[in-house]
Every structure is written in C-alpha cells, then in structure tokens.
C-alpha cells in the first residue's frame, strides 16, 4: 500500500492495478481515483506501482500523464513523442501527445511537431496538430498553407470534414471570406444536412446582404 494515501477507495483501487495491471476494470477504477488526488501523489503512486510493473504500457501513460499534471510538460511530450514514433495512428498516443504539448507556447509545439513530422511525413495527426499550433502562433499562411494539403491527402468524408471545418475558421479568421464560402459550399455538397456548414453558409450570406440564397438554404 502507498504511505501518502489516506483514501481508502484509492487504496483499493492501487491494490486491485498492483494484482492485475492489465485489467480493463481495474485501469478505470485507478483512473477515476487518481483523478481526485493531488499531483504531487499521482506521480508518487504512480512511481510506486512502476517499481512492481516496471515498463508496463498503460501505467507508463499514467506517469506521462501525472508528469503534465506536475507540469513537468517538457518530459511529459518527450515520453508521449517517443511513443508516437512507435504508433503515429494511436488515438491514446495522439490524445496524451495533445495534452501534453497544450501548455506549452505554439512556436514551441509546432518546433516539437516539425522534428516528428520528419519521422512521420505522411501523419494527417501530426500535419494537423501542427497546423492548429501555426494557427495558435498568428502564423494563418502556413497553417492554411498545410490543412489543404492535408485534405488532399484525406480518405473518406468524415476526415475531409473535420479538416475543412478547422480550414473554413481559419479563412473566416483571415477575413477571406471568398474562400470560407467555397470550403463551406464543398462541405454541404458532400453533405447537404451538416448544420454546421448550413449555419455558418446562412450567417456570411446574410452578411453579405445575400438575404434570399441565406433564407434558401436555411430552409432547405
């Protein structure tokens, strides 16, 4: 048992990982309990169960995780970018790098995301991620200039829309409106009903005083 909990649920929770770590119900258990401690004990629990479970994948993501929440941020995005070299299409990996990278300054994301990207050039994950750190910098030519390539590159119309989505806010942000119009009338020909498009569509039209297509397609 760890000296430095007094909870008697993380207790129990911290005995039923040590028995079995590779447990679905016990990995959400911990979780949800680890939640609720300090940052300064989820690393040191964290560091106790890593003695018995040393190199275990998922208590290894935990430690990433509470080395954030201590905002060692800097060795946090050091493990995650390790793992990500290994699995790029991991959707645990990619959210755990996200988190990790989110405090620190865009310039410094996107340095991070361009040295993995080098490893990884064909990463839609990575080309976005770093895309949405350009944006965060002020830095709107290159991000655009990266998301359309990105969407040359996207495979089947979810992907497309989540990519045309972030593009049709960056050129709203811009001010080309030109542009917003043309990526929002591409999102709703590939998907008439998406109320998104349809809004964002209604709202520049009647901006721009286009009054009868706005009501047109609101009432489509």
Partial sequence: MNDCVTSKTMQTAISQIEAN????????NFSAELEKQQPSTQLTIIKDL????????????QYAFALSNNGDHLLAVKMW????????????IQSGL???LTPLPPKQQADILKDLLQSHPNSLFLQKTLAVAYADAKNYHESIQLLTKCLQ??????QKAKFEDYLATLYQATGNFEQYRMILERTLVRDPSNPKAKLRLCKLLISTGDLD????????
Avoid: F, R, V
């Avoid at 297509?213 to 489509?220: K, N």
């Fill in 98 to 100: 996200c988190a990790a």
């Fill in 50 to 61: 890593l003695k018995k479970h040393p190199d275990h994948p998922w208590l290894m993501q």
């Fill in 81 to 92: 970018s390790g793992w990500i070299m290994g699995c790029p299409g991991q959707y645990d």
């Fill in 153 to 158: 590159k996207c495979d089947g119309d979810a």
């Fill in 21 to 28: 770590p590779h447990s679905y119900m016990a990995q959400n």
């Fill in 213 to 220: 297509t706005s009501i047109t397609i609101c009432l489509e």
